[in-house]
C-alpha cells in the first residue's frame, strides 16, 4: 500500500464527534487513534485522496455532503459484510457491524434495524435515525477480519473489487440523492392537465378519468369499478368472456367495447396515482426530483428507490424533467447489455466476436444463426437468459447453441447449480440465495418472453418503492431455482459491470461541474452545462471501456451506449 491511498477508519461517537486513526496493509491499526469533533472536521483534517473505512455509508456520507466535503473513495463495512454473507451461503443473517462483531467474538447476534419508509421531501438515511455506534477498535477488529475472509474466497481479488465497486455505489447513490434530478413542476402540472384534465374537489378522480369509468360501465351496461381488478373480472365473465386478469396483455386479445376505455383508463389512472399531483407535492422541492437511492438494493445487485418510483417513471412525465437555463442532460443507455456481459462471463469465442464490433447485436446472431431473422435471434439470447426453455423457446435455444455452445452451456450450468439448491455467483462473486426463484419469471415477463408455466411471480412496487426483480420468496419449485440461477448470473454481472461504470464516470466528472443525477439498470444521467457535453459523453464511452477491463479482464467485447444530449429527458427516446 502507498501513502496516496492510505486508510483511516473512522468511528461516529456518541458525543457526536469522530474518532479516527491510520491503518496498516494487515486492515489493523497503524496509528494513535484521534478523536476530532465530528465526521466533517474528521474527514477534511486528511488528505483528499484517503480510502475512509467506517460502518456505513448511508449513515456518515449525506452529512458530510451537505457541508460540501466529497469523499473520493471509502470501504463500506455493512456492505462488505453483506457480500461476504452472501458468499459464505449465509443469506439473511444480519449484516451490521455490531453483528459482524458479535459473530466474531462468538457473542449474541444482534438483529439489523429495521428498514424505513421513504418520507417525501426528506432526505434521511436508509435505517432508522438512531446511530448504531461501534467503537473505532472494534470497527477496525471487523475490518481486519473481513480482510481474511476476502482472501478465503475462490477469487480473493475480484471480491475485493466487488467490495470496492459496491462501496463506491454507496458514494454515487448518497451524492445522487442529494443533487436531485431536475424537475418542472410547471410542466408536470400542465402534463397532468393535459392527460387527466381537471381536479375535482376532496381528492376524487380528475375528469377524464371519470369521464373512461363512465364508458365502461355503458360498454358492460352496469355500473362497474374500473380500478378494482375484482369487479371488472366479474363485468366480463357476465358478458361471457373469461379472463384470468385485467392485465393489458390479456385484455387486448378480447373483443369487447369496455377493452379500449378500460385500457385508457388503466394507464391513466397509473399516472394518476404514481406521478400525479400528490406525488410532484411530495417529491419535487427547489426545481428537483428526491428520491432515495439505495445502491445493491436487490440479490441481483440492480439499485432500487426507497420511495418516488423513480425508476418507473413514464414517458410522458419524464417531459418534466428539464435541464437549468444553459445546461444539458446528457441520457445514455448501454446497447444490449446482456448478451455483452453473457460472452464476457461465458469466453464464447463465437459470440465474443459479434460482441466485439457488431454496434446491432441481435442482428448479427440473427445473421449467424436465425437466417437473418431479428425477433428470433432476440427472442432466442433473451430466452437462454431468462430461461425460456419449451415451445419456440427450445428450438431457439438449440439454434443459439449450435453457433455459441460455450454461452449457453454458462447459463445452463448455472440453473442446473440453482435447480439443485447450490450457491451461483456473478463473475466477480456476488452470490444469490441458494432457493431464489420468483425474479426470473418477472424478468422475462418484462422482456416479452412467455413462461413455461401460466402461474407469474408477483414482483414490482409498492407504495412507491421500487423492489426490481427481487425474489419475493424462497421457492420450492427447482425450474423456478433454475430461471433465477440463469438469470442472476448475467444480470448480477452486469450490476456488478455497472457499478464499476458509476466509479469511474464519478472521478471523472469530479473536475467539472457536471452531476449524476439519476441511474437505473443500464442507464446513466448527467446534469451538466452545454459546454460540458461533449466531455460528458466522452467520458460515459471511456468509462464503460474501463468498466469492461476492470470486471471481465482483458476480453474483445464492447459495451457501447447511445448518448443523447437534450434538455428534457422525454426526447432521449
Known amino acids: 500500500m502507498t501513502d496516496h491511498w492510505a486508510r483511516w477508519a473512522l468511528a461516529e461517537a456518541e458525543d457526536g464527534g469522530a474518532y479516527i486513526a491510520p491503518l496498516g496493509p494487515d486492515g489493523l491499526l497503524a496509528g494513535p487513534v484521534r478523536h476530532e469533533p465530528d465526521p466533517v472536521t474528521a474527514v477534511r483534517s486528511r488528505p483528499r485522496v484517503a480510502r475512509w473505512v467506517w460502518r456505513a455509508t448511508a449513515a456518515t456520507y449525506p452529512r458530510l455532503i451537505a457541508a460540501g466535503v466529497r469523499v473520493e473513495r471509502c470501504y463500506d463495512i455493512d456492505v462488505a459484510e453483506n457480500l461476504l454473507l452472501g458468499h459464505e451461503g449465509r ?31 426528506a432526505q434521511a438515511p436508509l435505517f432508522e435515525p438512531r446511530p448504531v455506534h461501534v467503537p473505532l477498535t472494534d470497527l477496525v477488529e471487523v475490518y481486519a477480519d473481513q480482510q481474511r475472509r476476502h482472501d478465503a474466497t475462490a477469487h480473493p481479488g475480484r471480491m ?17 440523492n442529494h443533487a436531485g434530478l431536475p424537475w418542472s413542476p410547471d410542466v408536470h402540472r400542465r402534463v397532468l392537465h393535459e392527460l387527466l384534465g381537471e381536479r375535482y374537489a376532496g381528492g376524487g378522480e380528475p375528469r377524464r378519468l371519470a369521464e373512461l369509468a363512465d364508458e365502461v360501465s355503458q360498454a358492460f351496461g352496469r355500473r362497474v369499478r374500473p380500478d378494482l381488478p375484482a369487479d371488472v373480472v366479474k363485468a366480463f365473465a357476465q358478458a361471457g368472456i373469461k379472463v384470468r386478469s385485467t392485465r393489458r396483455w390479456e385484455l387486448e386479445s378480447v373483443d369487447h367495447p369496455a377493452v379500449r376505455p378500460l385500457l385508457e383508463y388503466k394507464k391513466l389512472y397509473r399516472i394518476w396515482v404514481a406521478h ?29 428507490t426507497n420511495g418516488g418510483g423513480a425508476l418507473q417513471i413514464p414517458k410522458v412525465i419524464r417531459r418534466a424533467c428539464v435541464a ?28 465474443m466476436e459479434v460482441a466485439s464490433r457488431a454496434t446491432d447485436l441481435y442482428q448479427e446472431v440473427s445473421d449467424r444463426a436465425f437466417a437473418g431473422d431479428r425477433a428470433q435471434a432476440k427472442l432466442a439470447v433473451l430466452g437462454a437468459v431468462y430461461g425460456q426453455t419449451s415451445g419456440d423457446g427450445l428450438k ?14 454458462y447459463v445452463d450450468d448455472a440453473a442446473r447449480a440453482g435447480e439443485e439448491g447450490r450457491l451461483v455467483r456473478t463473475w466477480l462473486g ?29 414482483v414490482g412496487a409498492d407504495s412507491g418503492t421500487d423492489q426490481d426483480w427481487t425474489p419475493g420468496y424462497a421457492s420450492t419449485d427447482s425450474r423456478a431455482r433454475g430461471r433465477f440461477a440463469r438469470n442472476f448470473v448475467v444480470q448480477g454481472s452486469a450490476a456488478d459491470w455497472a457499478l464499476l461504470l458509476l466509479a469511474a464516470l464519478r472521478r471523472t466528472l469530479a473536475d467539472m461541474a457536471a452531476e449524476l443525477v439519476f441511474f437505473q439498470h443500464d442507464e446513466v444521467i448527467v446534469h451538466c452545462p452545454e459546454e460540458e457535453a461533449q466531455a460528458v459523453v466522452a ?32 426526447d432521449a427516446k
Open 160 to 176: 475485493r473489487l466487488l467490495t470496492a465497486a459496491e462501496s463506491a455505489g454507496m458514494l454515487v447513490a448518497a451524492e445522487m
Open 324 to 351: 437549468a437555463p444553459g445546461w444539458r442532460l446528457v441520457v445514455a443507455d448501454a446497447d444490449q447489455m446482456e448478451p455483452r456481459v453473457l460472452a464476457a462471463i461465458s469466453r464464447d469465442p463465437g459470440l
Open 91 to 121: 443469506h439473511g443473517e444480519p449484516r451490521s457491524a455490531a453483528a459482524a462483531l458479535a459473530r466474531l467474538r462468538g457473542a449474541p447476534v444482534p438483529p439489523d434495524p429495521p428498514q424505513r419508509a421513504a418520507e417525501p421531501g
Open 539 to 570: 467520458a460515459i464511452r471511456e468509462a464503460a471501456d474501463l468498466a469492461g477491463h476492470l470486471t471481465f479482464g482483458r476480453t474483445p467485447v464492447r459495451f457501447p451506449f447511445t448518448t443523447a444530449v437534450v434538455e428534457c429527458y422525454a
Open 430 to 458: 456476488r452470490t444469490s440465495p441458494p432457493a431464489a426463484g420468483a425474479a426470473a419469471e418477472a424478468a422475462a415477463e418484462e422482456a416479452g418472453i412467455p413462461q413455461d408455466e401460466p402461474a407469474r411471480a408477483s
Open 396 to 409: 431457439n435455444l438449440a439454434a443459439l447453441r449450435r453457433r455459441f455452445p460455450r454461452a449457453v452451456a
Open 276 to 304: 400525479g399531483w400528490s406525488w410532484l407535492q411530495d417529491w419535487v422541492r427547489e426545481g428537483r426530483f428526491r428520491p432515495e437511492f439505495l445502491a445493491g438494493g436487490t440479490v441481483t445487485g440492480r439499485w432500487v
